[in-house]
């Protein structure tokens, strides 16, 4: 959801600052090496906000270990399991960057990343929000994927249909978006991404490996048939498309996404 006011300045001290939003639900063996990841930027002026979603492992501890010695890592404690949207909304409520980067529990950035892709969204004047290239990893990290590329652009209507933006490669500028939150529902991010450009302004595309997407065994989104359920349910329920147009998009989204998901 978009909030309708737009602010138009930002000042200087929050121009260059990055909150980095990271949702972690039973993360505790793979938070350390992405907070690691986060640590090795080259652009240095960032928060790391984790919401750490009421898991049954150790997350906590460990990002409480780590933000001793690193006062940019901010854990935020929920008192009751809501989800990704639910965790995403608390770290945004606490963001104070103009950039808002948002990474999962487990993937990975390159080192260059923040300072690429803000320098490269920077130039965009019509850019709200900014996506990048990845590699897809095993969960063990011991293998990495084919690189997968990204179009130098995405409306509204383009990205309907498109598979194109990983979450983890995502910033969006707040001084075009405003303040917005994450929608409970299944693709969270994907109704996002299309509410923060429905109404103008488009989707960047940096065609650079910046990204690191780890592909987890147990992981929601691997489940094909209820991931394309929950797309078609996007484009009825919360776009309000019709029927025809709904199947005009989701074919185009289909193919895309067997494309995508044909090799590592």
């Known amino acids: 959801m978009v909030a309708n006011s737009v602010s138009s300045t930002s000042d200087a001290s929050r121009d260059g600052l990055v909150s980095i939003i990271t949702p972690a639900y039973k993360a505790a063996s793979v938070i350390r090496e992405t ?3 986060v640590q090795a930027q080259t652009h240095t002026n960032w928060e790391m906000l984790i919401a750490e979603d009421c898991g ?3 997350t906590r501890n460990v990002v409480r270990s780590l933000s001793r010695g690193d006062s940019r890592i901010k854990l935020i404690e929920l008192s009751a399991n809501g989800g990704p949207a639910a965790a995403r909304n608390r770290a945004l409520a606490r963001a104070k960057g103009r950039w808002i980067a948002f990474l999962d529990s487990d993937d990975l950035w390159l080192p260059n990343k923040l300072e690429r892709q803000i320098d490269f969204h920077r130039q965009i004047p019509d850019a709200v929000l900014s996506f990048t290239g990845f ?3 095993s969960a063990d990290a011991s293998a990495t994927g084919l690189y997968i590329p990204v179009p130098a652009q995405l409306t509204y209507r383009q990205l309907l249909g498109n598979t194109a933006i990983a979450t983890s490669s995502v910033i969006v500028d707040r001084d075009k978006s405003g303040p917005f939150t994450m ?3 299944y693709y969270d991010d994907f109704a996002c991404w299309l509410a923060l450009i429905k109404n103008g302004g488009i989707a960047a595309g940096l ?3 910046l990204m690191r997407y780890r592909v987890m065994d147990a992981s929601v989104s691997r489940d094909k048939r209820n991931s394309a359920l929950q797309v078609w349910n996007a484009y009825r329920r919360i776009e309000k498309l019709g029927p025809l147009q709904s199947a005009w998009y989701f074919s185009q989204y289909a193919v ?8 590592f």
């Open 35 to 37: 907070i690691d990841s």
């Open 56 to 58: 049954p492992d150790d």
């Open 135 to 137: 590699r897809r990893i």
């Open 183 to 185: 929608r409970q529902t």
């Open 207 to 209: 065609d650079e490996d």
């Open 256 to 263: 895309r996404a067997v494309n995508k998901y044909r090799q």
